[in-house]
């Protein structure tokens, strides 16, 4: 039998399962197994991830790791990390798994060892962090660095974005970051009010250096530091990129330029150079146990059965869901102003990854994907959209994260920590009420990850968790998720759009509505 016929045979199997389960109460199902929690929790070094609030009994997990095997996970996992070309549409491997692997190990692109590449990027970024703190680069008035600012965007700006604003209790030598990626002038303007020129490094984030929002900012703030009376730019600009040539013209020393490669992809890059701003602000040292977190969750990924495999096990009750229940949305909601910004970055790494029409063989499919993915942080989310989760007609399947300890006032966490496990409990459970405007009917599914506290081991292997996650759903839907073509149709139409406006140009075959309003902005000018 081949595997799309077990697929199809599994596929009908969920379904007869589902409709089984679909009038089957949560709260029935943790009192006849007082178990449950335990039985349904995976334990990771620093993690435990309580699966138990979810609409799944004996029965459904077995199923679920039929399908899983139907689809060929095992397969899929060793091909990703032996450095196979699965980008199929872009041709390249997948490998952003040896960025943070041993300089021990040995795998081969084109026949080059690409740890040893990778691992001797990372020494340049030790001896250059090194120098930034310890004061030997200083900028053009010789004045020592304090401020380090990010121009990327993408993939080059969220996940550095994220780790760098939730590690900020290890920030190394009174330091600032800011990360500009929107072209609008007003982030550039606000920017400027609060850096000082002759302690600001730049670092420009952009594997091809032509990425025309980077450019844009790059140029604008060059421009600035040189009307600022900086006369060396090579001292305020460093880049991340693999285009050589276009850096040195812009006036960076290929000393100063980080190397990335086209097997990295943007979302899954913030363990490579990308990651220059990160080590800059927590230390290299810090970085180092970030890529050792994320590293221990690829052993964990490659070697562990599909039964205790924990993004295996996440992205299973994630397409039980999206594909069963319908569930168009998926909430993250981290009970920790440390993680406010990791719904965003989770946001761009999954439905960039897997928002997909046409699977691997190039057909358009007759099946949901990726939900969207959204969130806020707790408990500010609590007084907000809740409302919609507990009594809404939507079906929201929530992630909940959430610390054991935290530095500061205990009083205040152990209130935080009651707040998040009470939601997941009412969400579950719901309230029985005779006034209908009252009555929750609970049954809502949530998955709750506790870890210890928040370090750079911890965020690094729960990126990982989650990378990996989206990787085993796109298997599971038959899709790429290491591409994005759908990004690349609106760059090229802003341009042509930017030079009609600028009159360089003009286009007789735009629509009536994208004309009108060019028209509008062309008199706007006039005024």
Known sequence: MSLKSDREKVQGQLTAHYNEMRNIHMRDLFMHDQNRGKKYTIHFPGLHIDYSKNIISDETLPLLFKFAQASDIDASIKA?????????????????????????????????????????????????????????HRGWTNKPIDTFVNI????????????????DKFRQCETRSFFISNIDYQAIDSLLKTINPETTLFIISSKSFNTIETLTNATTLKTW?????????????????NNLDATVEFGIKPENVFELWDWVGGRFSLWSTIGLPIALATGFENFKKLLAGAHEVDEHFSQTPLEDNIPVVLALIDYWYSNYFEAETHAFIPYDESLKLFPDYLSQLLMESNGKSVNLDGHIIDYKTMPICWGSVGTNSQHSFFQLLHQGTHMVPVDFLVPLTKQGNKE???????????QSQALMQGENNTDANRYISGNKPSTTIIYSELTPETLGSLI?????????????????SFDQWGVELGKKLAMAI?????????????DSSTQNLIELYKKSRLQ
């Open 80 to 136: 990703m990390f032996a450095g196979e070309k699965i980008n199929i549409t872009e041709d390249r491997a997948v490998l952003h798994t040896a960025l943070r692997t041993t300089s021990n190990q040995n795998i081969k692109i084109n026949n080059v060892n690409i740890v040893e590449k990778v691992h001797a990027e990372l020494e340049k970024i030790e001896a250059f962090v090194c120098n930034v703190h310890n004061k030997t």
């Open 412 to 422: 205040h966490h152990a209130l935080l920590l009651a707040n998040c496990l009470a």
């Open 498 to 510: 930017y030079e009609n406006m600028n009159g360089e140009k003009t286009t007789k075959d735009l």
């Open 464 to 480: 990982a968790i989650y990378e990996h996650r989206t990787f085993v759903l796109g298997l599971l839907w038959q899709i790429n």
């Open 225 to 241: 530091m040189q009307n600022k009376g900086c006369n060396d730019i090579s001292k305020h600009f460093v880049a991340v990129s």
């Open 152 to 167: 990327g965007i993408g993939g080059s700006d969220l996940g550095p974005k994220m780790v760098v604003d939730a590690l």
